[in-house]
């Protein structure tokens, strides 16, 4: 297995925009330079190291929504693709009515919006300062 290593720096001045533009994850402090928050990934606002807990912790439950929208789509698609298709239709003799095929796939769209929108009811946990 190949050993992978993301590159993250935290700067704030004007000489270090370069750094910031080549490292994979280059963070910022709000104070910092024009420059330097132009070429950041990440501005930290409030000039608080302690953030960095709050965005390790927004990067997991992102990365946990995002992993849970996409197993809602794989077995919606999984079940509902053959049933559109027909599969059900020699044993029913009826067909999936393209009315209800199309509703479905657009409440199952719906359904992961909301869902990725529950982001927003997002609250950083308590840290000790």
Known sequence: MASYTIFLIILDGINDSPALAQSDVGISVGSATDVAIEAASIVLIRNSLTDLLTLHHLSHAIVQRV???FI????Y???AIPLAAGVLFPVTKQGLPPMVAGVSMI???IS???SSLMLRRYRPPEHAE
Not at 72 to 75: P, R, T
């Open 112 to 114: 992961i919006v909301c």
């Open 67 to 69: 992993r849970m929208n």
């Open 72 to 75: 809602w789509a794989f077995v």
């Open 107 to 109: 409440v199952s769209s």
């Open 77 to 79: 698609n999984i079940i």
